[in-house]
């Protein structure tokens, strides 16, 4: 197995094609693991304290060895950077065709650094490369870009496929995303901003050329076994018909929403409260986000206009269904209470490639200052130009503030373009008033659209993520859904990980699932098949035999897992390199100590059991529970002697 990455130094207009050996294959797997070390080993030579808008950021796209294999199993492309926002190691997945077009050019790494004179493109066709003027397309959303670049390249030797930034990213500002297609959003921690800083507008990609299988036959054998379990699954029908938010009616079960900057956790309304009207009234047909998946969750909307009051406004707008977390952001944290508007705030948010996890939270964080009068009429106008009621639900001024972020165009802009710590903490400042326990952030100022309070292992994953709080990293599914079963087959048959009113193997959960899911990260496929059966579709064992035909590289389950294990203590090593410590790993002031007062765990308070949690997420890591940093022995344990004696140069390892 090998690979080739393109590095392109903008500054100098430079473009270089590498080879990546099979050795760094056989230590980091591909996908995610390769573009962290493509990163590390970036900022030996660069200083890990730069400006993350300046040129000294780099910007990696990666895809992993199963992606567009027929293994079936999806395709997530990976975009990895230091991070705008938080100022810390920053990554975000997205799918669509991009990754698959990818895949079949000469390249399946892309590593940007420096900045270009002007706007540019970047043009890949096959093993062609070129920088292109992007001055007619600086100024346009991500779907007019995609569009305009699909009419401008033709279709041979294929159809354009493209990676783009909105005038968010022109604009820097900190939570801006890249956008796959025009429909699927990289959307965490603000890549589009780097893009931006780098006059980099997007990235072009046609080709036709072959991808290497070492084992075809043992791939086609895996991919059928594949296909025939996900035929005899019956959770995926549902999920086929819903996707996420299928999580909708279940989240409202257990009181797991995050309604009005989570002073509640119940969503509100008839109409948001069953994913099945959404189905009914909007949903067209369904169809897969890559070309490489057994499953297909997307689906196309239609909105006709008579459906409520509301979709009169937005009587022909057609995108894609909206995601729990996009539903969460809007029918949750802004208490929007109709369908349309929310799949509306979905594509608006898409189009103009925004983080609507960060933004809702700003949004939601000045209407609960204007909800307990905390500003006034003068304050609003002051922020805005204009008046603005900022009540719950109202699309008008949501769609105001969204633009204000996305061009900045007035004092909300300006201080909230990086999210809601960092806006809440500015806006303290400029009216003398502190005002964050309002705002609702975890590890790095990072926010996040679920209830976390009486579940541990989420609000873990919220402190510790290594990219900013976020639950995909290390997902706690075993003890929302109360999996005794997964609990016993993870832990030797104990089944605390499955139960709320223990903090025991909560912290080891984080620590385990976030191995885990760093190898799917790596290996380039979409997380949701592993989810519909994780006890069946292992990443260790199952996909590691699809592993080993696409690549070669056959190891046992436990050679996988401290695989994935090494892959995040790398990212771990760039934090701490940057300087984050324990008292990093944390979170806002209302998770931590206001009892919710609604669902099912009424007077559920992170406080309780957070340290006891983190203490328990560090021992299963063996890191220092003190500091939080990396050990010499558990780094040499897994053969990162190397990071080790980097971060001692630091005072960035455990004494
Ligand atoms: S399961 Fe859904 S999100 Fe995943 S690759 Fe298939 S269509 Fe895309």
Known sequence: MESRLLRVDLTKRELKSEVIPHSVFEKWIGGSGINNWIMWEHFLTHD?????????????????????????????????????????FGDSAGGGKFPYAVRFTAFEYIAITGKADCPVYLHICNDEVALVDASHLWGKDTKETHQLLQAELGSYPSKAHTLTISQAGENQVGIASVVSDALRIHARCGGG???????????????????????PDEMLAWSDDFRQKIDENEA??????????????????????????????????????????????????????????????????????????????????????????TTGSAAGALDVRDW?????????????????????????????????DLISRKDVVDLF???QSLEWGNMDDIENCVESVVFKKDLFGELFCDGPYLGALRYSERQGKNFMKYAIYGKGGASFTEEMRPFPTWMNNMAVASRGADHLKGIGLIEKF?????????????????????????GATTALVENQVALLNSYGVCMFHWMLDPAGYTPQEYYGKAYAAATGIDRVPEELMR?????????????????????????????????????????????????????????????????????????????????????????????
Request: net charge negative; charged share 30%.
């Open 48 to 88: 890990i304290n730069c400006d993350p808008r300046g040129p000294d950021n780099i910007f990696v796209f990666g895809v992993g060895p199963l992606a567009g294999t027929g293994a079936g199993s999806g395709i997530k492309g990976r975009i990895t950077f230091k991070s705008p926002c938080y100022n810390m």
């Open 340 to 372: 349309s508007e929310v799949g509306h705030w979905g594509k608006i948010t898409n189009d103009y490639g925004i983080d609507n996890q960060d933004l809702s939270c700003s949004i939601s964080f000045l209407m609960e200052l204007k909800q307990r």
């Open 482 to 506: 109360q999996r005794q079963d997964l609990s016993k087959i993870y832990f030797d048959g104990r089944t605390e990980a499955a139960d709320l009113s223990t903090p025991e193997l909560k």
């Open 563 to 655: 695989d994935g294990e090494r892959i995040c203590n790398l990212e771990k090593a760039i934090n701490s390199r940057i300087g984050m410590r324990r008292e990093h790993d944390t979170i806002c002031e209302r998770w931590m100590w206001e009892p919710t007062d609604e669902g099912m765990y009424p007077g559920s308070v992170a406080a309780n059991v957070f340290e006891e949690v983190l203490d328990e997420y560090y021992d299963w890591r063996g890191w220092e529970r003190q500091t939080g940093l990396q050990t010499r022995e558990k780094l040499e344990s897994l053969d990162l002697g190397d990071v080790a004696e980097v971060l001692a140069e630091d005072g960035a390892l455990a004494s």
């Open 385 to 387: 130009g204009r008046e």
């Open 193 to 215: 901003a780097v893009l931006g800083s780098k006059n980099l507008k997007a990235i072009a990609v046609q080709g036709n050329g072959g991808l290497p299988v070492k084992m």
């Open 236 to 325: 995926v029908y549902g999920f086929k018909r819903r996707g996420t938010l299928g999580a909708v009616e279940m989240y409202q079960h257990i009181g797991s929403h995050f309604w009005r900057n989570n002073q509640g956790n119940m969503f509100r309304g008839d109409d948001v409260t069953s994913s099945d009207n959404w189905v009914k009234k909007y949903q067209k047909y369904s169809e897969v986000c890559s070309s490489d998946c057994f499953i297909a969750c997307d689906s196309k909307y239609k909105i006709k206009g008579d459906e409520s009051e509301a979709a009169a406004k937005y009587a022909g707008e057609t995108f894609r269904r909206p995601e729990y977390l």
